[in-house]
């Protein structure tokens, strides 16, 4: 992968960035698994190269990741029982330094399902897993959002749900409703350290995040002609830095992290034609990581459409598809500073090959 970075106002002798990156990655993987009556058990291997290049520095930065899973399924009439264990080795090297140590971690995960009765969609779930995350190489030397210092991440990821699925004269629906809590100690974000327009990526000690998530979606086939898709989400997280008793952000929320998310989407379709649109809310949240009412962000929404129509051409199959995004040309913020965009309008034309 190759990426070209452009500053033309940047101030410096040359008048301005403009800097090259090239990022290569290969692999070797090998999986196996079997199955004998109730259980059923696979073990894969991967071993992972990554370099970086850039025209700006001489670190070269190399990357060597092994990983090692096993994995075991049970099943019964309402039970579902599964396990893993995984390990990785990660040994990163620079061509300034060759004695980077090698980071190890081995993260275990449980999971289970429990069918509430015989003939009953309706599940129980309960899921365990100790996750373990090395730093990217753009979050690690990335010009000027990149730190050599990042930390790996720990996290301890709890979750226990809920998820059910009816028929109603045509129409079918899902629900599922998910309480989570994580543990997560090293947490890797990008937050604006020197100032506002400039981002780099941080570690913070520990981060405690705890919350509930539910979502509907809903199919009907034939309604007044049409076969109809919707789908709503909603999301509750307080994620709250734990790291230092005595530090003024204890206990808040970690910056840019809204408490509540709403979005959704209806499509329709009626053999070549189909129309929908979708909506995204977000809360309130704060750009700094003390949440002070002079770091507050305000809450924001948009709402969105489309429509789209596929025939043939010279028989290539071809979609004609409009999009509104924004269409209230609602004025907000995601990141302070940055205002996006009003409303905008695309189409687009694409046409596939024949078969």
Do not use: C
Request: no cysteine; glycine share 6%; hydrophobic share 35%.
């Amino acid at each position: 992968m190759k990426l070209n970075y452009t500053d033309p106002d940047f101030l410096n002798s040359n008048g301005g960035l403009k800097q090259q990156y090239l990022q290569q990655e290969y692999y070797l993987s090998q999986l196996a698994g079997g199955a004998s009556g109730q259980w059923q058990w696979s073990a894969s291997g991967d071993l992972v190269w990554n370099r970086l290049e850039a025209d700006h520095f001489n670190r070269k930065p190399e990357r060597l990741t092994t990983y090692l899973n096993a994995s075991v399924l049970w099943k019964f009439p309402r039970w579902e029982l599964a396990s893993h264990l995984l390990f990785v080795q990660a040994f990163d090297q620079t061509k300034t330094d060759q004695s980077s140590k090698p980071r190890r971690a081995f993260s275990p995960g449980l999971s289970a399902s429990w069918r509430i009765a015989d003939n009953s969609h309706s599940r129980l779930r309960f899921s365990y897993k100790d996750a373990f995350r090395m730093p990217t190489f753009n979050e690690l030397y990335y010009n000027i959002v990149g730190n050599p210092g990042l930390k790996p991440e720990r996290a301890g990821l709890f979750n226990f749900g809920y998820i059910d699925e009816t028929d109603l004269n045509g129409l079918r629906l899902h629900f599922n409703a998910d309480l989570f809590y994580n543990r997560v100690r090293d947490k890797i974000i990008a937050i604006p350290t020197k100032n506002l327009f400039v981002w780099s990526m941080r570690n913070i000690g520990k981060v405690s995040v705890a919350g509930f998530e539910a979502g509907v979606r809903g199919e009907w086939v034939d309604l007044v002609g049409f076969n109809a898709y919707a789908q709503l989400n909603y999301s509750y997280q307080s994620a709250v830095d734990r790291s230092l008793p005595d530090s003024p952000s204890y206990n808040h929320q970690i910056a840019y992290i809204p408490r509540h998310s709403l979005n959704g989407f209806l499509n329709m379709e009626k053999g070549s034609l189909s129309a929908g649109g979708s909506f995204f809310i977000n809360s309130a949240r704060y750009f700094l990581p003390e949440n002070r009412r002079e770091n507050r962000l305000p809450a924001w929404w948009t709402i969105d459409l489309n429509a789209s129509y596929r025939f043939n051409f010279a028989s290539f199959p071809t979609r004609i598809r409009l999009d509104v995004n924004n269409i209230l040309n609602r004025q907000y913020e995601v990141i302070r500073s940055f205002p996006m965009p009003g409303r905008s309008v695309m189409l687009t034309l694409s046409a596939g090959s024949k078969r």
